[in-house]
């Protein structure tokens, strides 16, 4: 079954620490993204990936750090500095460079700060 | 800066009326746009793109550069249209999709 799979589906921090969202994709998709979800406010960019070891920061990248390894992972790590980081985060991806491609989203991650 | 707007959060429509989810863009180059659907507990998908001009579960969309809109039409509701409805924009030589507040769309039966 081809996609991107997102884990964990619900996830609690304690305040001050640092947490990694897992993206997985298995579709051989150059492009990733992590975008943040939020009532009211649609959703935000925070960084995306368009090649292997390579990666730009989006709209609201900070608090946030990314890695990406491998072309399958596009880990997200939601830092002890992001201010306000109770939010559903999604990851998605695309065949490539080039505006014409449609994006495939994961089923998200929903992280609550307690 | 690119921006997209939708202007309304939620719109309610009788089954069988028609419906028109508005989006605005401000972009000064040659924008791509898209329209996305999120059903409840379903992932965020593409429904229809601007190049494509086609037409997808009865919706249509056509990009009006002049009044710099990519309303979303459709001419008659069904109570499966109920969802969350984002309009986006990709600009020239930018990797981003930029994403509207989005429009809740509830169809009365």
């Known amino acids: 079954d081809g996609g991107i799979t997102q884990s964990p589906k619900y996830l609690f921090r304690k305040e001050g620490q640092n947490v990694t969202l897992s993206c997985e994709q298995n579709?051989?998709?150059?492009?990733m993204y992590w975008y943040r979800q939020d009532p009211g406010q649609g959703l935000r960019l925070i960084y995306y990936?368009?090649?292997?070891?390579?990666?730009q920061k989006g709209d609201i990248a900070e608090g946030y750090s990314v890695s990406r390894e491998k072309k399958e992972s596009f880990p997200l790590t939601v830092t002890s500095a992001q201010k306000n980081p109770t939010a559903f985060y999604l990851c998605?991806?695309?065949?490539?460079?080039?505006?014409?491609?449609?994006?495939?989203f994961g089923s998200g991650t929903r992280l609550t700060v307690v | 800066a690119q921006r997209v707007t939708q202007p309304e959060k939620l719109l309610s429509v009788f089954k069988g009326a028609p419906v028109e989810l508005k989006c605005n863009y401000s972009?000064?180059?040659?924008?791509?746009l898209f329209w996305y659907v999120q059903y409840s507990r379903q992932r965020l998908q593409l429904l229809l793109r601007?190049?494509s001009r086609e037409s997808i579960k009865g919706f249509t969309a056509d990009l009006n550069k002049g009044e710099t809109s990519f309303h979303l039409k459709k001419p008659f509701a069904q109570e499966e249209d109920s969802a969350m409805y984002y309009c986006?924009?990709?600009?020239?030589?930018?990797?981003?999709?930029?994403f509207g507040t989005g429009t809740r769309l509830t169809i009365i039966p």
């Open positions: 998605a991806s695309k065949p490539g460079v080039g505006r014409n491609y449609g994006y495939t």
């Open positions: 579709l051989n998709h150059d492009a």
């Open positions: 990936s368009q090649i292997v070891n390579d990666f």
């Open positions: 972009y000064s180059g040659s924008p791509e």
């Open positions: 601007h190049i």
């Open positions: 986006a924009l990709v600009e020239f030589g930018n990797e981003k999709l930029t």
